[in-house]
């Protein structure tokens, strides 16, 4: 027979997906939702967001700081160990994602939980971190991975707009989002401010290339890593046109 779930713990960051995650969870499982946000130097505003929860029924709210634990057991040792991703940039936020679900798992275990759930899709690298952790953690917590359940029925932003709406839902952006004087915007890490810029009041509506091919005077960041690094990316392959961390 399987697990009744009456308790679940849900990675909320509140943005669009984990707040339709949210309420989605609470109709399909009939079960109470805990909610946890981890203040990884991000720099929004965590008390508005622990407000947003509460307002969808939400009865507990954990917001925690961890940027002492993020910088000092996960960031120092991925820069002492010039950790990359495909050899190309340094990591940003998947760096965040195993420390975001461990305590999400700690406090799963805390309160007597039955599954833990994140707003991570099924195609990308995130979903592989959140549950990779989970599993070697609290094995016996069940995973609760929305955008890969067949049940789920939101499958883009409009769908998910439009159940935000049905539902009375808060939702932070419109779903169509215009660039701005035609610049789009570059995303980036924001877990940590100090791996990731961003370009404030830009948007992008589509994705495009708009990376250059890394040379050795290319400025697209301001961590600065060895300039041969970047003599070796052109060297081995000149039709790249990423990484997003090159050198001075």
């Known amino acids: 027979m399987s697990q009744v779930i009456k308790k679940v713990v849900l990675a909320y960051s509140g943005g669009l997906d984990t707040s339709v ?70 990591l940003g936020t998947s760096i965040a994602r195993p420390l975001i679900a461990r305590r999400q798992a700690e406090i799963a275990l805390k309160e007597g939980a ?10 990308g690298n995130d979903q592989v971190r959140f549950e990779l952790t989970y599993m070697a953690l609290a094995p016996d917590l069940k995973i609760i991975a929305p955008w890969k359940d067949p049940t789920f029925e939101l499958r883009d932003r409009e769908s998910a707009v439009e159940y935000a709406n049905k539902k009375g839902v808060p939702i932070p952006v419109s779903s169509v989002v215009a660039p701005v004087d035609n610049v789009p915007m570059l995303l980036s890490s924001v877990d940590a401010p100090e791996l990731a810029v961003e370009i404030p009041e830009l948007k992008l509506s589509a994705p495009v290339d708009i990376c250059p091919a890394p040379t050795a005077t290319a400025v697209m960041s301001e961590l600065v890593l060895d300039k041969s690094l970047a003599a070796d990316w052109t060297e081995s392959d000149p039709e790249l046109t990423w990484p997003a961390i090159v050198v001075a």
């Open 21 to 90: 995650i949210l309420k989605w969870l609470q109709e399909t499982y009939d079960a109470e939702v805990i909610a946890f946000c981890a203040d990884l130097g991000q720099g929004e505003d965590l008390q508005a967001i622990k407000a947003k929860a509460k307002a969808l029924g939400v009865k507990k709210v954990y917001v925690e700081d961890l940027q002492e634990t993020f910088v000092t057991d996960y960031v120092f040792p991925m820069l002492r160990g010039n950790a990359m991703y495909e050899g190309c940039y340094l």
């Open 114 to 123: 039955q599954a833990v759930s994140h707003g991570a899709t099924g195609k």
